[in-house]
Every structure is written in structure tokens, then in C-alpha cells.
Nanobody, 126 residues
């Protein structure tokens, strides 16, 4: 089992930057693909980014491509999301997820081997 705790959210002006962190527990952390989803009020949870277990492959939603970077440090059991050039439409609760499936850009991962953090609020003011 994997437990995830996000941090790094906050209030930032448009054009600014934030770095989210997600610390995982468990010796099998490095076995999981990791990702970030976000959910704005009244909207469905949407894919942001995903990184493979080794860190060798990553993917992004079109809306964040070129502005956000996902990375991981398996020695620290931590995954990061560097967010630059933030826009008001990036405002949402950001969730970290660990899982063994693919296709997260098309459907929200679920199942017995999918784990979610509690979320961290990101607010971008105009």
C-alpha cells in the first residue's frame, strides 16, 4: 500500500510559479507510475501529468504542456510538479496519484492498486 501527502500549494499571481511535492510511503513507491490531477469547483477531475516508474517517460495535458514539468526522486519517494507561467484557469485542488495502469489522459485511474493523496489547493489570481 502507498500513502501520499501533497504539499506546496498556495496563492500566486498570474505568471508566477509554484512547485508541488508529493511524498509517498512504502517500499514499493518506485514500482508505481505517478501523476497529478486537478479539480476545479464544479468541474470533473482532470489529468495534468504522468511519469513512469523509472522517470524515463512523462506525459502532459495539452493545457499545461510547456509550462509544467513532472519529475520524481525514487530515493526520496517523492514526485514533483513544477508549475511555471501560471494562469487563473490553473486554479484547482491538485491531487497526486500512484498507480499501475496507463491511459490516465483519457480516464481517471482507479482500482485496487491506485492511491490518491488528499489534495493541495492552488489559487492563481489575475
Amino acid at each position: 500500500q502507498v500513502q501520499l501527502v501533497e504539499s506546496g500549494g498556495g496563492l500566486v499571481q498570474a505568471g508566477g510559479s509554484l512547485r508541488l511535492s508529493c511524498a509517498g510511503s512504502g517500499r514499493t513507491f518506485s514500482s508505481y507510475a505517478m501523476g497529478w490531477f486537478r479539480q476545479a469547483p464544479g468541474k470533473e477531475r482532470e489529468f495534468v501529468a504522468r511519469i513512469s516508474w523509472s522517470g524515463g517517460t512523462s506525459s502532459y495535458a495539452d493545457s499545461v504542456k510547456g509550462r509544467f514539468t513532472i519529475s520524481r526522486d525514487n530515493a526520496k519517494n517523492t514526485v514533483y510538479l513544477q508549475m511555471n507561467s501560471l494562469k487563473p484557469e490553473d486554479t484547482a485542488v491538485y491531487y497526486c496519484v500512484a498507480g499501475l495502469t496507463t491511459g490516465w489522459d483519457k480516464s481517471v485511474p482507479n482500482g485496487a492498486s491506485t492511491y490518491w493523496g488528499q489534495g493541495t489547493q492552488v489559487t492563481v489570481s489575475s
